[in-house]
């Protein structure tokens, strides 16, 4: 085994070990699909980003269009070991509201 193999055996360790890490916590993602930037989830996704800056409980990310084009903003919720839960007309503090419940329990 060369110095290079080992390397990107150590980055393929590391990958499975953050993702297995992220798995635990509550993940919230925002539809930022064209539709759903129009309808104003840029300002949910910044809202969440604001609030949940320092929490290690929570991941917040986006993904393009979830479907739902009359029903933006969408956010969703997935706790681990339980279904995701799909929200529709977010607005920031409604966003912000949800995801404290979350993590709150």
Known sequence: MTLQD???LKENILSEHAMTRDRQKVRI???????????????????????????RGVMINHTGCLGMCSHEPVMQVAVPGRPAVTYFYMTPD??????AGYLAG
Request: hydrophobic share 40%.
């Open 29 to 55: 993602t925002i539809g930022m699909g064209t539709c759903g930037i129009k309808a104003g989830a840029q300002n949910v996704l910044s809202a969440l980003k604001t609030q949940f800056v320092d929490s």
């Open 6 to 8: 080992l390397e990107q």
């Open 94 to 99: 409604r966003a912000r509201r949800i995801a």
